[in-house]
């Protein structure tokens, strides 16, 4: 599967962005899906997963935050990001594979597939 982020952009702090994710290929709905994340200076982290009974996962840091949901029909996995805070600054990555079991949903080596990233700048 090929993943194309998008939605990124510069927003005040207290703002929201919504990033998207587009998958091609027609077994979308087999596939669990993922946001990472990479600031300056950092390592990549988890954000949220979607996985494909419906459960999701958050990292701690954005919970309350953000929402992440997908639409199988259209190939797409979103981001709802707000409240946003300087502290979310970084190049956000998606990400997907065929996995079954939601076990270390938060480790990136369980995801096969990645997107290109897209930056979101939060200014204070």
């Known amino acids: 599967v090929q993943l194309q982020a998008s939605g990124g952009g510069l927003v005040q702090a207290g703002g929201s962005l919504r990033l998207s994710c587009a998958a091609s290929g027609r077994t979308f709905n087999r596939y669990a899906m993922a946001w990472f994340r990479q600031a300056p200076g950092k390592e990549r982290e988890f954000v949220a997963a979607?996985?494909?009974?419906?459960?999701?996962y958050y990292a701690d840091s954005v919970k309350g935050r953000f929402t992440i949901s997908r639409d199988n029909a259209a190939n797409t996995v979103y981001l709802q990001m707000n409240s946003l805070k300087p502290e979310d600054t970084a190049v956000y990555y998606c990400?997907?594979?065929?996995?079954?079991?939601?076990?270390?949903?938060?480790?990136?080596?369980?995801?096969?597939?990645w997107g290109q990233g897209t930056q979101v700048t939060v200014s204070s």
């Open positions: 990400a997907a594979d065929l996995v079954h079991s939601p076990d270390h949903y938060d480790t990136q080596r369980m995801y096969g597939f």
């Open positions: 979607k996985w494909t009974e419906g459960n999701t």
